[in-house]
């Protein structure tokens, strides 16, 4: 069974897996139903850490997604080895989250990237002890940062998923 015969692979991390993460994953999911592309791939979320495994996600983050059509069921959980393995794409919020990631699992470092990599670089800054507001403007660096990578799969792949040009 070759690579074409299963789907893409994306995990998204974050230090905890109560905020940030989660909200790239539900962007992403949104996305990819908009773009008629779920059957394409597997997304999931994880934390560098272990503080918040087994909780719901920040309720900020619930109120973000839910608004912005983009919530889906989540329960904290940490980044494990067969994580490292098994995904195609690891997608980070921060370079701590990047040193991290790389110092437990070296094996993954061509998989790892931070997540605004390909809207030039930078951070996607860390909503945990900031309001709703924080929430909903790091939402929006996600959600660019989200619909930049996927772009840029479907032009490496050479395929065209209905790609949205329009703002959020």
């Known amino acids: ?14 230090m905890g897996n109560i905020c ?7 962007a992403f999911r ?3 139903r908009e773009r008629g592309l779920e059957a394409r791939f597997e997304v999931d979320s ?7 495994a087994g909780e719901p996600m920040d309720p900020r983050a619930r109120r973000v997604l839910e608004r912005e059509g983009a919530y889906f069921p989540h329960v904290a959980r940490q980044m494990t080895r067969e994580d490292a393995q098994r995904y195609d794409h690891i997608l980070v919020m921060d370079r701590e989250n990047l040193a ?11 998989k790892v990237r931070l997540l605004l990599d390909h809207l030039g670089g930078g951070e996607v800054p860390d909503p945990y002890y900031g309001d709703l507001q924080d929430c909903l403007e790091a939402y929006w660096t996600i959600e660019a940062g989200v619909r930049a990578f996927l772009d840029h799969l479907l032009e490496r792949d050479g395929s065209q998923g209905t790609s949205a040009s329009g703002g959020a």
């Open 1 to 14: 069974m070759g690579d074409m015969d299963r789907p893409i692979r994306v995990l998204f991390v974050c």
């Open 20 to 26: 940030r993460s989660p909200m790239a994953e539900g």
């Open 30 to 32: 949104k996305l990819i």
């Open 46 to 52: 994880a934390g560098t850490g272990a503080w918040h």
């Open 100 to 110: 991290e990631v790389l110092r437990r699992f070296p094996e993954a470092r061509d």
